[in-house]
Structure formats: C-alpha cells, structure tokens
C-alpha cells in the first residue's frame, strides 16, 4: 500500500486511500501467547534479556501467517529475506518459568526500504507490562542484497 | 564518582575533577575477543540477532572484572543487581561462524541510579562493524527493589 | 504404580496394582505441539542440536501440568527441583524452521530416586522422525541437595 | 589410527601404524578454557542443561583448529559437513555464572563413516567435574547426503 510509504498527496484517491489506511492500523496486528521456557529463566529468577528478542522474531512469524497470509518461509522461498538491522527493548517487569505472556505485534513499511514492526509483552493472567520494543528489517534477495520491497508483497500489506 | 553523577560546578574542584573525568572516559572502556558460535548461527548464514545481547553481556562481565576490580558476582554476593532496564541494537553487517569479533564496551553512571554499557562489536580481522549498541541498567537489591547505587560503587567508578 | 517405587509385596493387592500399571502405562504420556523458531536454526538449515533439549524441557513441562495436575512451578514451589543428572538424544532427520512438531513425551520414576522422560520427537505433518531420546532427573531439595520423591508425589504418579 | 581408517593388515607395516597410533591417543586432544555467561544460567542457579552441547561444539572447534589444523569453516567450505547424529550427557556437578571451565575433547574415526568426540567439563579451578558425555558425527556432502569421510580427511585425522 503505496499509503503506508509515501504521502499519498493525490486528493481523489483520499478516501480510499483512508479506507486502506483504516484496514491496515486496525488488522495488521497479532496476539500470540506463549509461555516463559525453563531455559529463558537465569539466576535472578526472571527471563534472561536476550529471550525478548526471540519472542518478538515469534510475534512476527504468526502475524506474517495470520495476517499477510503468508508466511515468512514463503517469503524466504520467493528470494525475500528481512534481516533486522535495527531493535530496541524496555523492560518493564518480570515474567518468570511457565508464566503466560501475550505478545502483541503490528507491522508497517517504514520509508522505503524498511519494514517495522513494534511489540508488546503482556502477562496474559494480569496484563502487566514485560517488554516493549521495535526491530526494524531491511529486505535483502537470496545474496544479503539490499532491495526495495517487492511490489507484490507492498500489495499484501496494504490489502491484508 | 559524583563528577560521572552530577555536573561537579564548583571550582575550586574542577583541575581535580577534570582529571577525574579524563581517567574515567580513558580507562572505563575494555576489549575482549571472542568467536561465533555455531550455535549461534541461524539459517540467514549470519550469527542470530538476539546472540548480540548475550555477546554485550560478555563485554559487561570483562569491563567490570578488569576495570573495576570487582566481578559481577561479586557485585551480586553484595546483594546488588543490575538487571536490564533498556537496550538498543543496531546491525551494521554479518558476521559468520568462528569469526574472531572484538567488542569494545564502555560503562558510565547515568542519572541518580542507572548504569549504562555502550558496546561496537567488529569483526576482528578487518574491523568491520558488526553491532553496536548500548544498555541501560538499573541497580537493584536482592528482592530486586530498585536501590540507589551504592557509594562504595560510584567510588570504584570513579577511581576505576 | 507403586510398583515401580516400593516392593509391593503384598499379594492381595496384585490386581490393584496391575490395573494402576495399566492405567500408568496409558495415561502417563502427554502430546505437545510446536514451531521451530528461527532462533532455533543453524547454518547448516536445520535447527541447532541442542534445541532439542529445550523441546524435551517443553514436553515434561505440559506433560505435568496435563498429566500429573501439578506443574513443575508448583513442584519448586513445594520445595522439589528436578535437575537434570542424565540425557540422551538421537537425531534422525531434519526439521526446518517454523515446522510442526509433535512432542511425545512419557515419564515413569525409574529406581528409588530418578525420574525418567522419554521422549520422542516428529514433524506433525509427515511424522518423520526428529528425534528422540531420554532425560533422568533427580530430586532435590531446594538447597541441591540429593532427596528421595516425596510420597505425595509418587501417589500423584501412581493415580495420575 | 590408521587401524580404524583402513584395514592395515600387512605385517611389515604394523611398528608404523602402532606409532601412529600412539600419537593420535596422545595429540588428538585439545583443551579449552570458557567461563559460564549469565545467558547460559537458569533459575536454578547453575547453567542451563542444553549449554552443555553448545560447549561441547565449542571444544570440538577449537580440537579441530588446533589439532586437526583444519577448522570446521574449511571443512564446511570443502563441501564436508558433520551433523551430529547422537549425543549422551551425564550431569556430574553445578557450575555457575563466571565460573571457569575447562573443557577437554577427544576425537576418533568411529566405524566407518563416523567421527566421535568425548567431552569432559570441569571446573578449572577446582577440577570437580561438571559435564561428561560424547557427540557422535555423520559425514554429509552439502545437500546433507551421507558420504564417507574424505580420504584426505582419514589421512589428517591419522597424522595429527
């Protein structure tokens, strides 16, 4: 969706364009639960920090399935690789073994290149906050080439 | 080190804090070597991005026994923590298995109780940039209530 | 299935026991189905060989909360931990990132003071075979220290 | 070590192959030191089961490199893989975070298309034994095809 990577000055094409703009805020978001493994834990008792970035890459993998309808191994069989070049993390409270979290993700094209996607880790009994954060992918072809998001898949996210 | 703290106006003090200051941005900064584990690899043929945090943890762990005299587990039988409040990441190229990286962390105190780690991670042979990056902890005690740092800490900051 | 923990000597009470060996052998078996994460892979495509550990971990941990009623939390909780002191894993096919996998897991007391997982690992899809292996665990008390199960815990075993 | 490569029946050669025998039971060692990263810790306290396999890859690397003066990245670059198709591991003691340990390999030619490495883990300091166990390899060509071990590969394995 050419809406979510230029301006989209164009005034005839507004409403729809507000139309598709509408879809993609409300739908390109995912809520996955999974739980805290006995290996994320360390010896303070929580998670070990790193485990977040793991989850968040779990969080992107069923919103490509659920919600571009296409998974992120289609997309690597098609020649099309995301490879972060950009993460940010807060951490906001524990979660310990076998707690329940509830990671929510959305997802935007960033600029022209760049595909965006920003996470919330919840427990899912209390909702507290656990992690928030962003990673940020370039897309790349088969050789780790930097390539402009291919036309197809810019379709998909704008009609998803 | 209240120079690190606060900005330390008064004048009397400043040749001495000055110096201070100098030995402090010169010497709290270390190096460590360290390879890349098949295990870290993932399927991209790169290392995976969340080994990165794991890698800025080995820098902390090495800066801190040798530049402040005093291991992390040490610091933890004191009854301080210092668990992960932040992180930023940003990948700027690959790096494969068994490359030999060289990560250059540096440590500060922040603010009235956080502790912040910046970290560029090269490749070691060619020196081409890998990650860098930086982490924001804070200081907790056993319980993991947040605590100011302690002063015999900002001491060893500051003479480190 | 106290059998399999004391002598059970007693003749009248063979038939009892036969029926909770019966009712032990079918029932002490859990299923769990996952995805290969990316953070799992290798360079060599598949997933990393010790993954499958943290599988085996997964399938004892639902097969307690679903068989036992009592989940490994609520066992530390009590003061019981269940270190691993043994393993052993076979590897017999690939498994590819964000493949199915179904996790067949049993469990059994095995002696006077280990308990014994097996587990068998396949694609969901196919069934192919991924891996399969074991892990036996000890008791001990929350200080590490070497313990005999507590009796409760092999009456759970015995009328799970 | 010819004797498990070929099958060194003449006579006139057995003073040879027993020579070489000797120094293969006596060089195709390697020790590695590395310390326990908190990543690799749990909440019980010592490090987490499946690490164990991640530090036995990192000693079959360094044998390898130092013995063998053929790394794994040039037998991966040869077309020469090595999956790993078993592993057993025996848990003899607690290790923890920062604790140095020293991790002694072995390797041998097993059958006939089979490379076996024995591992035992300890602490350096102490020596108390952490971790013992061994890994047993499949020769793969790059599609991940059995092939018989290069005969170039038997020739460095029997004069290492």
Redesign the interface.
């Known amino acids: 969706m050419t809406v979510l990577l230029c301006d989209g000055t164009g005034a005839a094409a507004s409403l729809w364009l507000h139309r598709i703009r509408w879809r993609a805020m409300n739908k390109l978001k995912d809520v996955l639960q999974l739980?805290v493994?006995?290996?994320e834990?360390?010896?303070?008792?929580?998670f070990?920090?790193?485990?977040?970035?793991?989850w968040f890459?779990?969080g992107r993998?069923e919103l490509m399935r659920n919600r571009l309808r296409m998974?992120?191994?289609e997309l690597e069989e098609k020649g099309v690789?995301l490879?972060?070049?950009?993460?940010?993390?807060?951490?906001q409270g524990?979660a310990?073994?076998?707690d329940l979290l509830r990671i929510t993700s959305t997802v935007e094209l960033q600029g022209r290149a760049r595909l965006r996607f920003d996470v919330e880790i919840n427990r899912n009994e209390t909702g507290s906050p656990v992690v928030r954060g962003y990673?940020i992918h370039a897309f790349t072809d088969t050789q780790?080439k930097p390539i402009r998001p291919p036309e197809w898949f810019v379709t998909l996210m704008g009609t998803a």
């Open positions: 739980r493994r006995y290996s834990t360390d010896q303070m008792g929580t070990y920090n790193s485990r977040a970035l793991e890459e779990c993998t998974s992120y191994v690789f490879p972060l070049v950009e993460a940010h993390l807060e951490f524990g310990r073994y076998d990673t780790g």
